[in-house]
C-alpha cells in the first residue's frame, strides 16, 4: 500500500524518496515474516525505536536511528536530513494504527506500510470480542481522560497504554467518574512468550502492568454517558458563564457537529458548546477562545472531565485572537459580539457552508443581530425558557433571561 499525502509541514523535496514501515511484533524477528526479514536485512538506514531496532539482528554497514525525542520537534529534521533517500522504519503491530505510519503521512513523507497482526486484533481475540461489539481508545501520548468520552454501561472499550503506568490511572479515571465497577483486563506483551493477563474491578485496581498493555474495560457504573446536545448544566464547573442545556442543545442542533469539522467557540465562557461539539464525534475539533484566564482553565479542566481534552484553549479577546487560526466549519459567539470587528472577523473566516450561531441576552446585542439578519438573512429567533419552581406552598414558572439567537449559513460558493 502507497499512500503520499500532501504536507504544508516539510516539503515535497524534503522526505526521503521512500519510507517502508515494517511492522514488528512483541515476538521480534522470531515472529517477523520472510519478506519482512528481507526488506529489514537489506536497508541501507533502519528507523526505529531503540526497543524495536535491538530486536533484530545487527547488520554491517547499516545506519541505525532511533526517532527524535520529542518526535514531533524532531521529525522534520529527521525527513529533511534523510531527503531522496529510501528508508526502512520499524513500528509496532499495525503501523496505522495508532502507530508512526500515521504520523509520517501526516507530515507529507511518501509511506509504504507492511503491518504486522495489529495489539487491538491481538488483544480482541483474547477476549473474544468482535470487531463491532467495542470501542478502541489510544492514550498513547494523549491524557487517559479521553476515555470518558466512550463510557456508558454495558460498553466495551479497548485502551492503548501509554505505559505501565496507564491502567492504574485509567482505573482512578473511571472511579472518579462514576464507572469504578467497570471490569478491566490488562493484557500485557501480547504476542510475545512473555504474555500475561490480569483482571480486576477499577476501583480496587492494585498492581503493577508491563510497559506494553492493552487494556480491556467492560464498562459499569453510573457515571455521564450520553452524546446527545444539553448535558446537565452540573456536568460542567461554571461561574454562571454557561450556556444552559436547553440553549446549548438548540445552538448545536443549527451548528450541525459533523466528523472532522473545526468549531470556533467564541466567548467560550465554560466551553460547554466546544466541548459537545467534540463529544459528538472524536474527530470534530474545538478551539475555544476566551479572554479571562480563570475561565479559560476552567474550560480545560471541563474539557478533561469530559472526555475531549484535546480541545485548543485561545486565551484573547476576538477579533484579534481569531488571527491565524485554522478556518472554522462552523462558529459560535457566546459572548462579545458587540465588540467592534468580532461578528464582522467571524462572517469572513466561515468556510463555504459554514455555520454561524450567535446568542444575545442584551439589547445592544439584539439590536445588532436584528441589523444582522435584516442585511444577511439567516433565521432570527427568541428563546424564553419557563422552570417549574416552588411559589411558596405551590408550584409556578420561573422564567430565564431570554436569549436572542441569529443563525446564518455561508454560501457555498
Known amino acids: 500500500m502507497l499512500v503520499t499525502i500532501a504536507s504544508a509541514v516539510v516539503s515535497s523535496t524534503g522526505v526521503p524518496s521512500e519510507i517502508v514501515v515494517v511492522g514488528i511484533g512483541a515476538d521480534g524477528w522470531v515472529g517477523l515474516p520472510e519478506p519482512s526479514r528481507s526488506l529489514v536485512l537489506g536497508a541501507s538506514v533502519l528507523w526505529g525505536g531503540s526497543r524495536h531496532l535491538s530486536l533484530v539482528p545487527a547488520v554491517s554497514d ?109 482505573a482512578a479515571l473511571l472511579t472518579s467518574a462514576g464507572w469504578g465497577s467497570s471490569r478491566m483486563t490488562v493484557l500485557g506483551d501480547l504476542g510475545s512468550s512473555s504474555e500475561s493477563s490480569v483482571s480486576g474491578v477499577a476501583s480496587s485496581w492494585s498492581g503493577e502492568s508491563p510497559a506494553l498493555n492493552v487494556i480491556a474495560i467492560e464498562v459499569a457504573g453510573h457515571g455521564l454517558a450520553s452524546w446527545a446536545p444539553g448535558l446537565p448544566d452540573d456536568a460542567y464547573e461554571n461561574d454562571g458563564q454557561l450556556t444552559k442545556r436547553d440553549l446549548r442543545a438548540s445552538a448545536l442542533a443549527r451548528l450541525v457537529p459533523a466528523p472532522g469539522q473545526l468549531l470556533w467557540d467564541v466567548g467560550a465562557g465554560a466551553g460547554s458548546i466546544g466541548i459537545e461539539w467534540m463529544r459528538s464525534h472524536p474527530t470534530c475539533r474545538t ?81 445588532l443581530l436584528a441589523k444582522a439578519y435584516a442585511d444577511h438573512g439567516g433565521e432570527l429567533t427568541r428563546v424564553g425558557i419557563e422552570v417549574a419552581a416552588p411559589v411558596g406552598t405551590y408550584t409556578g414558572w420561573s422564567p430565564s433571561r431570554v436569549v436572542t439567537q441569529w443563525v446564518w449559513t455561508a454560501a457555498r460558493g
Not at 84 to 105: E, Q
Not at 144 to 154: N, Y
Not at 312 to 329: H, K, M, T, W, Y
Request: charged share 15%; glycine share 10%; with cysteine.
Open 62 to 170: 547499516q545506519s541505525r536511528v532511533t526517532w527524535p525525542s520529542p518526535l514531533s520537534s524532531g521529525l522534520p529534521g529527521l525527513l529533511a536530513e534523510y531527503a531522496g533517500r529510501p528508508i526502512v522504519a520499524l513500528a509496532s503491530g499495525d503501523p496505522l494504527v495508532s502507530g508512526i505510519a500515521t504520523t509520517l503521512l501526516e507530515y507529507g513523507a511518501p509511506v509504504r506500510v507492511v503491518p504486522a497482526i495489529s495489539s487491538v486484533a491481538l488483544a480482541r481475540a483474547r477476549m473474544g470480542w468482535s470487531s463491532s461489539s467495542h470501542a478502541v481508545v489510544t492514550v498513547v501520548g494523549r491524557s487517559v481522560s479521553t476515555v470518558l468520552r466512550e463510557c456508558a454501561p454495558g460498553r466495551r472499550i479497548l485502551v492503548l497504554s501509554s505505559d505501565a503506568s496507564t491502567p492504574a490511572s485509567v
Open 287 to 367: 478551539i475555544a477562545i476566551e479572554s479571562n484566564p480563570e475561565r479559560a482553565a476552567r474550560i480545560a479542566r471541563n474539557a478533561h472531565a469530559l472526555g475531549v481534552p484535546d480541545l485548543q484553549i485561545v486565551e484573547g479577546r476576538a477579533p484579534s485572537a481569531l488571527g491565524g487560526l485554522d478556518a472554522p466549519d462552523a462558529i459560535f459567539i457566546g459572548g462579545g459580539t458587540t465588540r467592534e470587528g468580532v461578528l464582522d472577523t467571524c462572517l469572513a473566516a466561515l468556510k463555504p457552508g459554514g455555520r454561524l450561531v450567535v446568542h444575545g441576552v442584551t439589547l445592544e446585542t439584539e439590536v
